[in-house]
């Protein structure tokens, strides 16, 4: 890095170094600001066109860790950090007790440092390759140019971006980046004579949506030239830096300049803050003032490091350290105790091990004192052999250092990144039309994936396709649009409801009406649009103002296409499908510019398809080229302007969104507004003037909603009113007043009562109902059957959405959440106001019912379960697999129960078991294979019994459960007792909280949340697994999360394939590699019985250090990332073998120390076994005998046998190449015997060829 950029790097972090303003923010922010340099700084403050009174960061970023000089201490630090690689600082430690030649059992050289070298330079090389891939990425930043505007109105010569200061005023090109966070000041006009102060930008970085957004320069300056701009005179006083991306409260105070420029406190827009990353799009360019710099820019201020995460598997890993670790001790000081012991008491049977001239340093008394016949152990004896002790503890440490695996996390994160890998190259869960294939943030949890007990789901863009469509309306209490939804089905099926052909018809006729987001058929409508109708030209008219409405009050931003014609681009689904829905009627939004938007009204494409479609016949999906695919006439439609005056935007608090708007011509004002009906109700002018027929229309228009919701469809009720000009300047001045006072901004930031929200609730009152809106949000493919399967599986769902309780419930029904035979318990404000107790009481109550219920089933479950007899005579009365009903198993009639014959593909009548009956006895199964099927058919007929429920709970109910903790644990009880859960009317943050509140309500719970937006990610972070869906709602959910994959039934896949092979494939993996690690440790200790706690080594310390590496290290590898017990196809058909990885019975404490135990034990056999063998042989022809190493070698060559063969045994699939590398492996053992062995002999050579020329 040269000077100029250190100096830069280092100036950004401390404020300018080199001058004596106070730092902007203040030092510590955001987390450990002072409160008094908050009180004396509470805003930051840019001066536009002048000398700032602040240091600001420099534009310099850093997204790099290590620079040259900084690398290798750095990571050092880093790789042996006690807290963060405990592993690696146990074998440093090892590494450097093994230099102490007191206690070292390697002659003092640590060994242990091959092994730690190895794994250093894996990470070091790992973390190179990844910071130089930031260092270029910083490089192209920091070295982009731009032009910064000069004094004289004109743009000096081109800078880099990290030269780049908050205050200037800075040039941003067509298809350029923007290089900070940015106030609009002016744009480029495709026409000077109308000047808009529009541009488009385009935030993909930002949050993955590709859709160019609208941005508008800042009223105040949009109007000023170059020159006039750089002549203001004005402050911008704005919040700190801080990572919330979807606001900037701000205010520009103008102080003197030209005199277009009026002055005065002005409100800043978000829309008119252009941030660091965003492109500039389908505009020459745009003069921006710089707010934010470097490190306090939004973009980078979010980039925070992901939430850290620990899979179950390896938190029970780091407990069962512990006590190895503890094992370890118990060892060693038994070791270590027993050689106390001997030095004691065996003196005079060795008397040659004990001679008396070796000292302890620095000590007048002999190591191994010799003890007389009949004399006592003093004191001095005592004391020496004290110290003999903690030498031989440590000493021993060291030999049996390998009780804890140094390859243990090396090799999970070989399995895992292998897992990971092959998890993105599964087709079965790639996406073609989106070209999204699995993608895998975290592998650390992959086999978390196996042992998932709760999931929480998101709907919209989750379950759902989150395309909306524009089905049906409601206006004058008259419902428009025929069909019905595959919600509608479900919810039909359940009740019993016939559904009308002419429905059916509806739903393939609405499929061709040739206009996006639109799936509307009823030509009635059209009728009453001519007058027709009932209510006349009145209704027609409100019918007019129905649609006009939907073509103004929305955020969507029109853009031509290639072809001329208009495409909308919209952040929100159900904008665009409205806007579509009201082409369709003939009110064609076509135009927003310099704060105005302009329709074109008369062509009603939806009739002119209707008049085709009945002309040919009611043909109509033969006819896809109709009238409704052309752009309107030109000749039928006239048009209308109007100047948007204010919009008041949506947000999940105010669950509604207004336009004030002014008719140009007419010059009369309006506000329209839509939202959700529990936030439109009480602001409808029929509930204060309390009008009879207004209400009698109201009612008559939420009964249809409850109809329409039980379709699965979203509504919202739509209305408007006129305003005098005296009323809307009125309310506009206290308007703008508290939009451009920072302490109501804050106050609103907050969450806390303020003017601004206050405003807007005043003028949205007295609302007359024009009518509501149904747009449905198809369920994905598959969703249903991945729900049943999962669910068979033993996991508990749970769906957090906003819809209201009757959409949610029929939704849960249409993807199985809710089946017929579960009972259905609500608990919502209704239920709360209607019952006598407190909301804790009819939760307890709820759940002491559900609990009675579930253990008398219990109860008659053992007692069957314990009388073969009743068990089979229930099975022959009770229930029967279904495969016609995908939710498991079904009631039968007692005919069906009785008639157990069928016939087979081949027209062949056979039994319930397949088996034909004509074939002969001895074709037929045994007796007691019919006794097994008949045990199995009454196991799953008993569990059929079984009462199941289902909650529904919505948002008013769950706040209050959530607000203390004896209600939040008692709705936790009642919602664990439940199979499935529904809660509606959710906020973002309360999804969060249901998540928390599960899972530190029950430490078995193992979850996982999914969802597709920004309003999940609090919930998928929250988690212990995050799964994004990369859908219609941009990135936030992919970026923050763990997993991401393109379509809810991926998830089936995910979990019970991928996931189900890496628990299980983890788990054995690390219950070997410490099996391994002991059967070879426990050795040297079993061996030090024989030589009197010695701690004389036995094994050459080549095998020592390849044993984990060479000897038994591949096959361990290869199992965990290519085993598989069973075919992926079982593993989804047959769920219940998901379940016990549910209850982690493939890695827990028991089978943890059934492993450790039998290393143990079979290292004892391997110890003993050679040595009675070989020490019963006869000498050689030369009288040698079998020496401590040849001992050494047999016991080896049996531990890598053993330790191979156990990995034989368990494996589950094989190919010829693992095969082959098994036989490899073995044989690197004799490989290296053999090599040792020659060396030795070439060294003895050398020493007798030394000693004959020295003599």
Known sequence: MDLHKAWAFLSGLVGSIGDALPPSPPRGWPDRARPEDLVAQPRRVVKVNASQNFAFRTNFVRSYRYTPATFLPLFLYESFHPLYKGANFYFLVIAILQTVSEISNTNGFPTMLGPILIILIVDGVMA????????????????????????????????PWMDVQVGDIIRVKNREISPADLLILAVAEPDPAHVSGLCYIETKSLDGETNLKMRQACKATLRGSLAEIRQLEATVELEHPNANMHSMDAVLNIAGGPSKFEKGDKPVAYDSVMLRGVTLRNTEWLAGLVLNTGSDTKIIMSSTERTFKQSRMEKMVNKQLIWIVALLIFVCTIAALGNVIANLREVEDHWYLYPDEVFFANSTRPIFPTLGEGEGVGTDELRDQGVNFVIMFFYYFLLFANFIPISLYVSMAIMKSGQAYFMQQDLQMYHAETDSPCQVKNMKLNEQLGQVSHIFSDKTGTLTCNVMDFRKCIIGGVQYGRG???????????TGKVIPDEDLEANEVGEDVGIPHVAFWDPKIWRALRGDSKGGAKHAERIENFFRVLSLCHTVTPEKDDAGGITYSASSPDDEALVYGAKYFGFYFCQRTDGAALIKVGDRLGERFAAEYIRKGGLGRKYRNSPGNVLPKEDLTHDESYELLEILEFNSTRKRMSVIVKHKESGKIWLFSKGADSVMKERLKCFETRDAQDMQEYYTTDRQLQELAEEGLRTLLVGGKSMTEAEYKAWDAKFLSASANLDQIKLRKEGHPNEIDRLMDEIEHGLELFGATAIEDRLQDEVPETIAILMKAGIKIWVLTGDKEETAINIGRACRLIKKEMELIVINEKRIEETDGSFADILTEQADDIQARLDKWHQQHDRLMRSPRHAGAFASQSKEPDEEDGEGFSHMSQARVRSRFSRNTSGELVDEEGISLRSTPEDRPSTGSRMRAASRRALQSIAATRPTFALVVDGMSLSRGLQSEEDKDKLLRLSLLCDSV?????????????????????????SLAIGDGANDVAMIKGAHVGVGISGQEGMQAVNNSDYAIAQFKFLRRLLMVQGRYN????????????????????????????????GQKYLIEASVQLYNVFFTGVPVLLFGIWDRDVKDTSAISIPALYTPCIHNEHFNTFLFWRWIFEAILQSLIISYLPLGLLHSGDADADGNITTLWEYGAAIITLVVWTANVKIFMHQNSWTWWQFALW?????????????????????DKKKQRAGGDQK
């Open 128 to 159: 190179v390759l990844e910071d130089v891939e930031k260092h270029e990425a910083d490089r192209i930043a920091n070295g982009s140019l731009t032009s910064v505007l000069q004094s004289d109105g004109t743009w000096g010569e081109p800078i």
């Open 484 to 494: 019905t939804t595959a919600i509608g089905e479900a919810s039909a099926s359940v």
């Open 982 to 1006: 529904v809660a509606c009317r959710v906020s973002p943050k309360q999804k969060q909280q249901i998540v928390k509140m599960v899972q530190d309500g029950d430490s078995d719970v193992q």
């Open 1063 to 1094: 628990y299980r494939r983890m788990a054995k993996a690390v219950l070997y590699i410490f099996y391994k690690n002991l059967l070879f440790t426990m050795t040297n200790f079993w061996m030090a019985f024989w030589n009197l706690m010695s």
């Open 1223 to 1243: 036989w490899l492996t073995l044989s690197t053992w004799w490989i290296t015997g053999f090599a040792f062995e020659e060396l030795s002999r070439q060294g």
